[in-house]
């Protein structure tokens, strides 16, 4: 059961004894500029991280990505970069590496080994079956437009447990409340499925003991947010300018462009059940990183890190500038409206006929 977990961490410490690039990356981690925050009772961190900057300012429009190499197929990678190969259920294989760039003292990619768009529908269960394969790790998924740096090329990304607030909360409150009923952290929208009260915008977790079980609440999830982005949809933006500072970051906004909803998810296993929390998105970036005035300008990214209560900011000026409060605002910018998540819950309680 731990074997590729195992694995993967001989492979991270013969990598960082070949002293490339990766080596260099991990040994600057300790020398990171942490802040501590708490917002309504969350615990955020914020993270001053200079190594991050091609990942916080990636570009992921359509004619960037073409005139790319792709860092996650075999052709893309560096002379040292070591890959290991790992069969998930239906022989669909991946790739584990090393994250060049990491948040974590342990940071590791999982791409298929195919070039395949970045989409969770037909991963979803690879995702929980390396959740429980790493059983000490957090597996995660950025969305395309959610801060995935390659939207081009279907990946995960590992990073050691107890290191993301939100999965530290999840597994405290789960343990106190023993049982589906509510606190002011979690809420029970139906069973299996809560709302997630705090700092995160518009998240779910699901809980269950199979991937069966799992990948049936997950669709659930997925059909109900379709029903809100057909009963709440918005044109986005009515500011001109920031409209176009945006589009000249992301390209133009074209809703039949993006084949998912937007969305980062964390999934984990933790006494015998797995646990997954979807964070629903409606922007890619909040409007402080599109702001004219430099003095304003916070340039963050946000992806499942940031949407689990680490910031990492690649700005000395960000750093100092985020604030707990702002940092929730941003969250709560770039993720869905309660009516929203008003639809989507009465969606899932079945208060809404399914074939509307
Ligand atoms: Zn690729």
Not at 136 to 162: E, L, V, W
Request: with cysteine; charged share 25%.
């Amino acid at each position: 059961m731990q074997q590729l977990q195992n694995d993967i961490e001989k492979m991270l410490s013969r990598e960082l004894e070949l002293g490339g690039r990766a080596s260099l990356n991990y040994k600057a981690l300790p020398g990171v500029r942490k802040k501590d925050m708490t917002w309504n009772g969350f615990p955020a961190r914020l993270f001053f991280n200079p190594a991050r900057v091609a990942s916080v300012m990636a570009k992921v429009d359509k004619q960037t990505l073409l005139h790319r190499q792709c860092f996650l197929c075999p052709e893309g990678l560096e002379a040292m970069q070591q890959s290991y190969l790992w069969k998930c259920s239906g022989d669909t294989a991946y790739f584990l590496r090393v994250n060049p760039f990491p948040i974590f003292e342990r940071h590791f990619t999982i791409s298929t080994a195919v070039h395949t768009r970045q989409e969770i529908a037909g991963h979803y269960a690879h995702m929980l079956e390396f959740s429980s394969l790493l059983h000490d790790y957090d597996i995660f998924y950025n969305g395309p437009m959610c801060g995935a740096s390659a939207p081009d090329h279907m990946h995960f990304q590992a990073c050691p447990k107890g290191s993301l607030p939100m999965q530290v909360e999840v597994d405290a409150t789960l343990e106190k409340e023993c049982g589906p009923e509510s606190s002011d952290f979690l809420r029970l929208v139906t069973e299996g499925i809560w709302r997630v009260c705090r700092y995160a915008g518009s998240a779910y977790l699901l809980c269950g003991s199979s991937i069966e079980r799992m990948q049936t609440l997950f669709d659930a999830l997925m059909e109900a947010r379709r029903s809100a982005d057909a009963l709440c949809h918005t044109n986005g933006d009515s500011n001109l300018s920031l409209i176009s500072r945006r589009e000249a970051w992301e390209g133009k906004r074209d809703l039949d462009d993006e084949w998912e909803p937007r969305m980062n998810i964390l999934s984990w296993s933790e006494n015998g059940e797995y646990r997954t929390v979807v964070f629903f998105r409606s922007e890619s970036r909040p409007a402080c990183f599109f702001e004219e005035d430099p003095v304003k300008r916070i340039l963050i990214s946000p992806a499942s890190v940031e949407m689990s209560g680490i910031a990492v900011v690649s700005s000395e000026e960000s750093f100092e500038r985020l604030s707990a409060r702002k940092l929730n605002d941003v969250i709560s910018e770039v993720s869905l409206s309660q009516a929203q998540c008003r639809t989507i819950e009465a969606k899932l309680r079945g208060d809404i006929p399914r074939n509307e």
